[in-house]
């Protein structure tokens, strides 16, 4: 049973940072895509930023680009989302998922995801 945990989440201030970290329990961790999702109060689940099996492809919403980095370290089986400039409109529930088919020209679309995890609850105030 492949399981995706995450954490870092809290409670900052519009302006702060914040990083987020997923472990993957999936042993092919290394060979797929992970994506970080986020759905605000009352919203839908929308796409934030994912990252090719490697590393070497990134790919950002515009809401976040030049403020949000994904990376990840296959070791460690962890994918990270760096958060600065942070926004009370970044409030949400961030998710991580993966995606096991390398699909790099659809890695911003949540249907292509095959495992998630439960969340982790960013509040930014301002």
């Known amino acids: 049973q492949v399981q995706l945990v995450e954490s870092g989440g809290g409670l900052v201030q519009a302006g702060g940072s914040l990083r987020l970290s997923c472990v993957a329990s999936?042993?092919?961790?290394?060979?797929?895509?992970m994506g970080w999702f986020r759905q605000a109060p009352g919203k839908e689940r929308e796409f934030v930023a994912a990252?090719?099996?490697?590393?070497?492809?990134?790919t950002y919403a515009d809401s976040v680009k030049g403020r949000f980095t994904i990376s990840r370290d296959n070791a460690k089986n962890t994918v990270y989302l760096q958060m600065n400039s942070l926004k009370p409109e970044d409030t949400a529930v961030y998710y991580c998922?993966?995606?096991?088919?390398?699909?790099?020209?659809?890695?911003?679309?949540?249907?292509?995801?095959?495992?998630w995890g439960q969340g982790t609850m960013v509040t930014v105030s301002s």
């Open positions: 998922a993966a995606e096991t088919r390398q699909s790099i020209a659809t890695m911003t679309l949540m249907g292509e995801y095959d495992f």
């Open positions: 990252i090719s099996w490697t590393g070497s492809s990134t």
């Open positions: 999936r042993r092919r961790f290394s060979s797929d895509i």
